[in-house]
């Protein structure tokens, strides 16, 4: 069998030469995405999350969503459980300013979840027992 060899063209490096204007235009079109990562840890016959579900920071009006989860379903899906329960909720950043939010689950009906005063920390990745910090809502 014959081998084909395929030679795939390179571009020479070329620098680009912004003037100031671009580069501040640039700058500030600039947004830096960031996450709150939660790995949560319960023992609980069944859970699940409603989508309503944020974090809440202290003295700001403006919340962050919840973007994802793994290891547990949303509403109205029950996660059945054996014994213990590990899963992860990630939220849209929290405000740069924050020093302290909430864990809220905003629902129509009681039971919703509240972890109030969690410290906020620098890689915005947290493990909570929920056995413990869990305060459940009207």
């Known amino acids: 069998m014959n081998e084909i060899e395929i030679a795939y063209p390179t571009l020479p490096a070329r620098k680009i030469d912004l003037d100031v204007i671009s580069k501040v235009k640039l700058l500030n079109n600039f947004q830096e995405e960031r996450q709150v990562v939660i790995h949560c840890f319960c023992r609980c016959p069944a859970a699940r999350i409603w989508k309503t579900t944020y974090l809440i920071p202290k003295g700001t009006g403006r919340r962050s969503e919840l973007i994802h989860v793994h290891g547990i379903t949303l509403y109205p899906v029950w996660t059945r459980i054996g ?7 990630i939220f849209t950043g929290l405000p740069k300013e924050c020093r302290y939010f909430d864990l809220v689950e905003q629902i129509p009906e009681p039971g919703g979840w509240i972890i109030k005063n969690i410290p906020r920390i620098k890689t ?5 027992n929920l056995d413990e910090m869990l305060y459940y809502g009207n």
């Open 83 to 89: 014994g213990d329960l590990n899963f992860t909720l």
């Open 124 to 128: 915005d990745i947290y493990h909570l």
